[in-house]
């Protein structure tokens, strides 16, 4: 296993021994998904965290009348899951989908536990991943009420370049709350300016 990258990962805020690393190691659960696949359909129980070691993923809410709203994008280095959903063990809100070709650790709610038990350490980790996560979020929020799409896709460009690169326009408007178009018209604006 390739677990360079998710040690690195988890060193950003805990430090861990060789041991502590093997067992870590040994409770996550390798998957190459394909380009299109869904990894989490909602409905479906969430019982898994995912670590993204190479590729790009997509969390999305789809409503009644069969609208995709993006949530979060996932690239390699970030995790994702239906986050209430899976620590209430409850059926997931949100798909979680390929967009490339992925390669993917997963974590069950299970081992996770296990995992504070054995090395409690981990729950500061994951504390932080969760707190960075609500931050991300409550600031998105406060975005959306308070910046025209103009200035949310320029913040979006800013935040994740990375991501920007990697998913399609469609997708980014989906995620700004905006439509393909308008956000076609912004780019076009945006050109014009730097010509």
């Known amino acids: 296993m390739e677990d360079s990258l998710i040690l690195k990962n988890i060193g950003k805020h805990i430090s861990l021994d060789k041991q502590e690393a093997l067992y870590f190691l040994s409770l996550l659960k390798e998957k190459k998904v394909c380009k299109k696949e869904t990894i989490l359909k909602a409905d479906e129980v969430c019982r898994e965290i995912y670590f993204v070691q190479s590729g790009t993923l997509r969390a999305y809410y789809t409503d009644k009348a069969g609208k995709e709203s993006t949530i979060m994008f996932a690239v390699a280095d970030w995790w994702v899951t239906d986050m209430f959903c899976f620590i209430n063990k409850k ?26 038990l054995k090395i409690p350490k981990f729950e500061k980790f994951f504390r932080i991943i969760m707190q960075n996560a609500y931050i991300r ?6 975005e959306n009420l308070s910046l025209t799409a103009e200035e949310r896709y320029y913040i979006f460009l ?18 700004l709350g905006i439509t393909p178009e308008f956000l076609s018209m912004i780019r076009s604006n945006k050109n014009k300016v730097i010509s």
Not at 92 to 116: C, G, H, P, V
Not at 137 to 142: A, D, M
Not at 163 to 174: G, M, R, Y
């Open 91 to 116: 059926p997931a809100m949100l798909n979680i989908e390929a967009l490339e070709d992925s390669f993917i650790l997963q974590l069950s709610k299970e081992d996770l536990d296990k995992l504070y």
């Open 137 to 142: 979020e409550q600031l998105r929020i406060i």
């Open 158 to 175: 800013e935040k994740y370049p990375q991501v920007a690169k990697q998913v399609k326009l469609k997708q980014i408007a989906s995620y």
